[in-house]
């Protein structure tokens, strides 16, 4: 079975500041690693993903993750964050093989101060 | 217009009614979804379909049926609501794809409450 663990329910930051959220995944299997972004009172959508190959991916909106096989991590990072990046943002992880079955983390609120 | 829809988008009904929440897609998608979300617990699988004559049990079934009435449209039912379905509900679709991933397009939640 697979599981995601987000360190952190609420990141406080202020605008401009860097920010990182944290996601640690288990999996006796290989995986594929996501972050969803919720925005108020709206649905989720996708990020960013990595499937394969280089373990730095970039998303959307100048976001991007770091895969860490051996730390079981899945970090999301942002140089300098802006008002309209309040949000939640999900950690998610699919087995290979798992039949389309994301695993969801509980989610972190992050909040931009002026 | 959105390519997944949700109706309705608020609901508030009494304990032991039943309730019907519907999911269209437009994007031409074989695999749909449905999952609650609950404050702290992120999103968890309640039902999945792979086809209209394919339909799985997720990892929180018990109180909830589906119904895969064509291709597009994807109901869920709640028989006899309870309070501690309170919750925000996301219908959500992918295709077959062939790279053994299938991207997720999520609806925007039906919130429902139960008095």
């Known amino acids: 079975a697979q599981s995601v663990t987000q360190l952190d329910s609420q990141v406080p930051v202020f605008e401009e500041a860097p920010v990182e959220l944290r996601c640690n995944y288990s999996s006796s299997v290989s995986v594929y690693l996501f972050w969803y972004v919720q925005y108020p009172n709206q649905g989720l959508q996708l990020l960013l993903k990595y499937l394969s190959g280089s373990t730095l991916v970039k998303g959307i909106n100048g976001f991007e993750a770091e895969f860490n096989k051996s730390q079981t991590s899945f970090h999301l990072r942002k140089p300098s964050v802006h008002i309209s990046d309040t949000a939640e943002y999900f950690c998610a992880v699919l087995a290979y093989g798992s039949a389309s079955k994301i695993i969801f983390g509980s989610g972190t609120r992050l909040s931009i101060r002026p | 217009d959105a390519d997944v829809t949700q109706t309705p988008r608020n609901r508030i009904t009494k304990t032991g009614k039943r309730i019907m929440l519907e999911c269209s897609q437009t994007?031409?998608?074989?695999?749909m979804y449905w999952y609650r979300q609950d404050p702290g617990l992120g999103l968890r699988l309640i039902y999945y379909s792979f086809d209209v004559k394919d339909i799985n049990k997720g990892e929180i079934s018990d109180g909830y049926s589906v119904s895969r009435q064509a291709q597009a449209k994807f109901s869920l039912s709640l028989e006899s609501a309870i309070p501690n379905q309170t919750a925000l509900y996301f219908c959500?679709?992918?295709?077959?794809?062939?790279?053994?991933?299938?991207?997720?397009?999520f609806g925007p939640g039906t919130r429902l409450t139960v008095l």
């Open positions: 959500a679709t992918s295709d077959l794809g062939t790279s053994g991933y299938n991207e997720q397009f």
């Open positions: 994007k031409g998608h074989d695999r």
